[in-house]
């Protein structure tokens, strides 16, 4: 069964300074897609970035980039030069395999990001 | 465009009463998903359609929870005899496809508090 980690309930950083917020995976299919979002306070999920399995290249959108680890199951993201407005609750998020006939995406349970100024 | 509305936005409801949400996708969009997020908790999967498919429902959790979606488009989350367990906030989204690359658009969802 697939299954998402994310062990670090909050964090915060700094103004302008960069910050990981980790995800780790399990799944025994090779093929699967990891998705970003985030959550403010106003409670609207907001996607910000994907990763395919066989995407030979991290992802990479704006101020955003996801530290795929493929052997190591990881998926982290990097937020460079934060910002206040980027304090909010983040998700991380798997699809399912192609081959499992099902569309059903399992979450992280989240990690809260508080930037301070 | 018109992104993903839900409404009401809030739902006050006596126990034991049953309510129904309202999910408005995006235009063109096949794939539509409910999720219900409980105070300070992830997303808990409760069903999806994928065009004319049978819906995925084996993340409702009892059969109070049903749900349809009506000419591939509007779909309704219908919870009869609601529980104070039930109150949450229910999240709809939708996508152009479902599974690969495509991401889901959320909706701002549906408060219900059950009392």
């Known amino acids: 069964a697939q299954k998402i980690t994310q062990t670090q309930p909050g964090m915060f950083v700094q103004e302008k300074e960069a910050v990981t917020l980790d995800c780790t995976y399990d799944?025994?299919?090779?093929?699967?897609?990891l998705f970003w979002y985030k959550q403010p306070s106003s409670g609207e999920m907001i996607f910000l970035i994907y990763q395919g399995s066989y995407d030979q290249q991290n992802a990479t959108e704006g101020r955003y980039s996801l530290n795929f680890q493929k052997a190591r199951k990881s998926a982290n993201l990097v937020i460079s030069a934060s910002q206040l407005g980027d304090s909010a609750m983040y998700f991380c998020?798997?699809?399912?395999?192609?081959?499992?006939?099902?569309?059903?995406?399992?979450f992280g349970t989240g990690t809260r990001l508080k930037v301070l100024a | 465009g018109a992104g993903v509305s839900q409404s009401p936005s809030n739902k006050v409801t006596e126990k034991g009463k049953d309510v129904e949400l309202r999910c408005d996708p995006i235009s063109g969009h096949t794939a539509l998903y409910w999720y219900r997020q409980s105070l300070g908790q992830g997303l808990e999967f409760l069903i999806y359609f994928q065009g004319n498919s049978a819906p995925d429902k084996s993340g409702l959790p009892s059969d109070r929870f049903s749900a349809e979606r009506t000419g591939g488009s509007v779909s309704t989350l219908t919870i009869q005899r609601t529980q104070q367990e039930d109150s949450a906030v229910y999240l709809c989204?939708?996508?152009?496809?479902?599974?690969?690359?495509?991401?889901?658009?959320f909706g701002p969802g549906t408060r219900l508090t059950v009392t």
């Open positions: 799944t025994s299919d090779p093929s699967y897609g």
């Open positions: 998020a798997m699809s399912p395999p192609l081959t499992s006939g099902t569309y059903k995406y399992i």
């Open positions: 989204a939708s996508s152009l496809l479902a599974g690969g690359p495509y991401e889901q658009y």
